[in-house]
């Protein structure tokens, strides 16, 4: 029997912090961002299987740039909550271009003005479905959700994205971009974004891109003597690199763009 | 010693017959014009030569030396020596110039090129070019000005040193002093690897600073006369016309029909895959 373990994660200093979590014994993390801090988290995912219970709290004006990145195997269950108090500004990236069936749900409770939510996912689908829910409880809040997948052969991937705009709520801002890239007439692709806006004052949008790659973007990388595999594996790796950005550090993004070549590579040599 | 043979080329887009037999020979060191009216077929000529999944040759046979080029996939006709500087460059979003250059030069090498190696030769074209320093980190061609999509061609045709290079308008999009230098790298170039060139333009200055060994007129889908440096003259005062009267052919203009058509079906092509 697993035993239900519990990690909490008290940022109370400035600057970078890399954590790896074995899924397999722990149950639930907590990350506490004290306030006014700046702080840069990359968390790596290991292990066979994972149900995860995952909170971030930001406490008042703090600033983070947190990456969770999933090298588990077989099964990973994960639920995170956002939340954070006034002028917190989290930017959450979520990797996953692991062998594992996901099912990733995300919410984001903003409840006190000045608060930001933007979190940004990078997925290689076999089996990903990801649900979340920007929450806008009071004005001058603002949730950006920016999601890229590239599935793959027999793969099913998922998107539901929401952003729910509360009355009163004014000022609020609520973007969504999903970005998938199919490689394979054979998979599955649901992408579903949705708003429920019940206040006027507010800015939202939302975008869906979904497609096989682009025939003469292939035909251009081709034409420069690139294997037809080989441009894919280019505009795969370009398409999930936004995740490289989440966190401002180049050493960092460096090793996740080496990562996800990998990965990549991995995937082209059956093209 | 390079040799491309176009022999009785007919290519059909769209199962309509855009050349009619076309019959070319390019040499090392020799540099064609290739001229014509808009939407006579000079874009596709070069585009079914390179391999353009929408063109399909349906006769004719193009060599290079020895080798069948229309048995050649894309990448096989590029790693053969053949390059082709587009009318329109795909942007590619997420693709950093650098990563995509050096991967390309890795396809035709046996062990991969050095960092070092190639930041070196990459900074130099891009010095040679006259082109801002981060083009290396920004996206293929996402954001670039037409003349600096155009140069950006130049580069790749620098860094990989193709033997046979056809350039599609290269000139459009660049003012005169970007001309001249584009012009003066080609021909530069050109001294240095003896690669022939087969070059696409409406613009006569341009053709004045290539110096053209040969000059051709494809109209209606088939090259109707030949010549050299003077028929580019006598084309960029007279225009075409007189062409039409001495030879008893009559120019079919592109229809606006089609154009439009193709305008659609790019779009929806573009929404598609992105
Ligand atoms: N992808 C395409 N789909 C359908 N028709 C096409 C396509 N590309 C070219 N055509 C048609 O083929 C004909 C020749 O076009 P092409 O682009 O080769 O002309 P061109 O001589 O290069 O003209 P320009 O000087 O304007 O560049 C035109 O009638 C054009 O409409
Ligand atoms: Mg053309």
Not at chain 1, 173 to 187: A, F, G, R
Not at chain 2, 211 to 226: F, R, Y
Request: net charge negative; glycine share 6%.
């Amino acid at each position: 029997m697993m035993q239900d373990k519990k990690q909490t994660i008290y940022l109370t200093k400035d600057g970078f912090q890399e954590i790896q979590v074995d899924c397999d014994k722990q149950r639930s993390l907590l990350i506490h961002v004290d306030k006014r801090r700046f702080i840069q988290l990359y968390v790596t995912y290991l292990g066979k299987s994972a149900t995860l219970d995952i909170t971030i709290q930001m406490d008042q004006g703090a600033y983070g740039e947190i990456v969770f990145w999933n090298e588990t195997r077989d099964k990973f269950h994960a639920n995170i909550w956002m939340r954070g108090e006034k002028d917190a500004v989290l930017k959450l990236g979520i990797g996953d271009l692991s062998s594992s069936n996901s099912e990733i749900n995300i919410c984001g409770d903003l409840d006190h003005s000045g608060m930001q939510f933007h979190v940004t996912t990078a997925i290689l689908a076999l089996f990903k479905h990801v649900q979340m829910e920007m929450h806008h409880k009071t004005s001058y809040t603002e949730a950006v959700m920016k999601n890229f997948a590239v599935v793959t052969d027999l793969g099913s991937y998922q998107m539901h994205a929401s952003g729910r705009i509360d009355k009163g709520a004014k000022h609020s801002v609520s973007h969504q971009q999903t970005s998938v890239l199919t490689l394979s007439q054979n998979q599955t692709s649901e992408v579903l974004p949705i708003l429920y806006i019940d206040e006027n004052d507010v800015k939202a949008s939302h975008a869906t891109t979904l497609g096989q790659p682009d025939d003469l973007q292939l035909y251009y990388l081709c034409s420069r003597g690139l294997s037809r595999a080989q441009a894919i594996a280019l505009l795969t790796h370009g398409y999930l690199m936004p995740i490289a950005g989440v966190i401002q550090k180049e050493t960092l993004s460096a090793r996740l763009a080496d990562l996800i070549e990998e990965k990549v590579m991995v995937h082209a040599k059956y093209l | 010693m390079a040799v491309l043979n176009i022999s009785d080329l007919h290519v059909n887009v769209e199962d309509k017959e855009i050349l009619k037999g076309v019959n070319l020979v390019i040499k090392d060191h020799e540099t064609h014009a290739l001229m014509g009216p808009n939407g006579n077929g000079k874009s596709t000529l070069l585009a079914a030569i390179m391999g353009h999944p929408k063109y399909t040759v349906t006769k004719g046979t193009i060599m290079l030396d020895e080798q069948d080029v229309l048995a050649m996939r894309v990448d096989e006709r590029s790693r053969a020596g053949l390059f082709l500087g587009m009318q329109y460059p795909s942007e590619i979003s997420g693709v950093t110039n650098s990563d995509f250059l050096r991967a390309a030069i890795n396809t035709r090498r046996e062990q991969p090129i050095s960092l070092f190696a190639f930041i070196k030769q990459m900074e130099q074209a891009i010095k040679d070019l006259d082109m801002k320093s981060d083009l290396a980190h920004r996206f293929l061609n996402e954001g670039f000005s037409g003349g600096e999509k155009k140069r950006n061609e130049i580069v790749q045709m620098k860094l990989l040193q193709p033997s046979i290079a056809m350039l599609d308008e290269i000139d459009s999009g660049l003012d005169v002093d970007a001309l001249k230098l584009v012009a003066n790298e080609i021909k530069a170039m050109q001294e240095n690897n003896h690669m022939g060139l087969l070059v696409v333009s409406h613009y006569e200055r341009f053709y004045e600073l290539l110096k053209p060994t040969h000059a051709h007129v494809l109209i209606n889908g088939a090259i109707v006369m030949d010549g050299d440096e003077r028929l580019i003259q006598k084309i960029d005062t007279l225009g075409y016309d007189w062409i039409e009267s001495e030879l008893g052919i009559e120019i079919q203009e592109e229809s606006v029909k089609q154009v439009s058509s193709i305008g659609l079906c790019g779009v929806k092509q573009r929404g598609d895959g992105q």
